[in-house]
């Protein structure tokens, strides 16, 4: 949040209290909440204040009229203009969609409200911890909206509720929950997380799997999407989500699944999945997830989906159709300065995988750089029933792989020589499913250029 929309969050939460906020402004208002977790936090984090201070007058006003007692003042937080107006109590559509989204009923932070020396005095409790960082790959950040962390591959880290932010195509990072629920999100994936009487999660955009507990009844884990929600009791399941449609993968038990659009409902089961859209003339249907084939292979002749990364290049004279590096972040320094590598990327889309791995699968790279630099190759992989496998790469010299006449260089790697980019998953898993592959020269912007790639059986 910028100083100027900080300024501006102040004036419109001031026009709430004083009973003057216009149409205009509330659009405004609406605007900077659904954009920005430091803007929301502090609107939510003012208002239940404010909501205890006037609960708080109220009672002790009513004690002093029952015993005849004078009660001291209670000044306000806001502006000095404040009139202390309870109108905002109303069903306020923002507020009410807020409170939901984030839970707050257990809250970011809670408040505690103390009578010393004939005062209201007001103290922030310290937040509390509800998941575990089991691991992390890239950069990541976490705020609650008043402070911003950035997170780093190392030790177990603690988490109180707040906002995840993943940057990068080959991020990832592993949430666990005291009860043993574990949730891993990845592929630049922005998430919100609080736990109440339950668990609430809010995945703006990227992948999220969960291997959940068993939750209490009446209680499942409940996920929110731009454009469905899903409750869970317990199951291993897979969200790939952006602001237009919602995939669900279930690989095992059962999740419910509302598309937020019209309200229709499915219930997905084991090996099946469904997507939740902005269309609500079309029915959503529950289908077996497809298997993608064992053999597969891309050659750029036609622009990449947007979900990609690179630029696309068409033929020119003797040289392919191809895809040039474009910059993008590997992880942040702890002064939150970027690391920037430049890399392209192919990913899988809403219906599939890009291809089925085995034991002895090998990728196939056809690539040419105008300098000199070190390659990095990471895979990005599931389970068949969608949930995360783990990511891995290889690193080889920008001299690696048979050059050809025109420059081109084709390396081939087979998938036993990837390693592993977090520990919980030690290797590829045979009969894993490829959703990302992403080609980069590190720090360095050589010209790299892509024209083919492929992963098929060793023997093929």
């Known amino acids: 949040m910028t100083s100027i929309d900080s300024v501006e969050l102040e004036r419109l939460i001031n026009q709430i209290v004083d009973s003057e906020l216009s149409d205009v402004d509330e659009t405004r208002l609406e605007a900077l909440l659904r954009d920005d977790v430091a803007a929301r936090d502090r609107y939510l984090r003012f208002m239940m204040l404010h909501a205890d201070l006037l609960w708080d007058h ?3 006003a009513s004690l002093a009229s029952a015993q005849s007692q004078s009660v001291p003042a209670v000044q306000p937080l806001a502006s000095p203009r404040s009139k202390w107006s309870i109108a905002w109590l109303s069903p306020w559509p ?3 969609m807020w409170l939901l989204m984030l839970g707050m009923a257990g809250g970011l932070v809670s408040m505690r409200m103390q009578r010393e020396k ?7 409790e310290p937040s509390k911890m509800i998941v575990t960082l089991d691991a992390i790959h890239g950069a990541a950040e976490w705020s609650d909206g008043a402070t911003i962390q950035h997170l780093s591959t190392g030790s177990e880290q603690r988490l109180a509720a707040g906002a995840l932010l993943l940057e990068g195509d080959d ?21 919100e997380f609080s736990q109440d009487l ?3 999660l809010r995945l703006r955009r990227g992948s999220l799997t969960a291997d959940v507990t068993r939750q209490p009844e009446g209680h499942p884990l409940v996920i929110e999407t731009p454009t469905a929600r899903v409750e869970v009791i317990g199951t291993v399941f897979s969200l790939v989500a952006d602001s237009e449609q919602t995939a669900l993968n279930v690989e095992q038990g059962a999740v419910r699944m509302l598309r937020l ?3 229709q409902q499915v219930e997905v089961q084991d090996q099946r999945r469904a997507v939740a ?4 003339s079309a029915e959503m249907q529950v289908v077996r997830a497809g298997v993608p084939p064992d053999v597969w292979r891309q050659t750029f002749d036609q622009p990449p989906p947007a979900v990609c990364k690179g630029a696309w290049i068409a033929r020119d004279g003797e040289q392919p159709n191809r895809v040039c590096a474009v910059p993008c972040v590997a992880s942040r320094k702890i002064s939150g300065v970027p690391v920037v590598h430049h890399g392209i990327t192919a990913r899988s889309g809403v219906e599939t ?4 791995l085995h034991a002895g699968s090998v990728l196939r790279v056809r690539y040419r750089l105008m300098g000199e630099a070190p390659l990095r190759i990471m895979l990005g992989t599931n389970q068949p029933g969608g949930s995360f496998a783990g990511n891995f790469e290889v690193k080889r010299s920008s001299r690696t792989g048979v050059v050809d006449a025109d420059g081109w260089r084709t390396l081939t790697v087979p998938l036993s020589e990837f390693r592993p980019l977090m520990k919980r998953f030690p290797m590829p898993q045979d009969g894993s499913q490829v959703s990302l592959i992403m080609v980069n020269s590190h720090e360095h912007d050589v010209g790299l250029e892509v024209c083919e790639l492929g992963i098929h059986p060793m023997a093929h």
Do not use: I, M, W
């Open 353 to 356: 995988n890009l291809v089925t």
């Open 58 to 60: 109220g009672a002790a």
């Open 118 to 124: 004939g005062a209201v005095s007001v103290a922030l």
């Open 171 to 191: 991020s990832s990072a592993q949430l666990r929950f005291d009860d043993g629920t574990r949730v891993t999100v990845s592929g630049g994936a922005e998430v």
């Open 94 to 96: 923002t507020v009410a």
């Open 198 to 200: 339950q668990k609430r």
């Open 277 to 280: 859209s902005l269309n609500a």
């Open 261 to 263: 659009v019209d309200g």
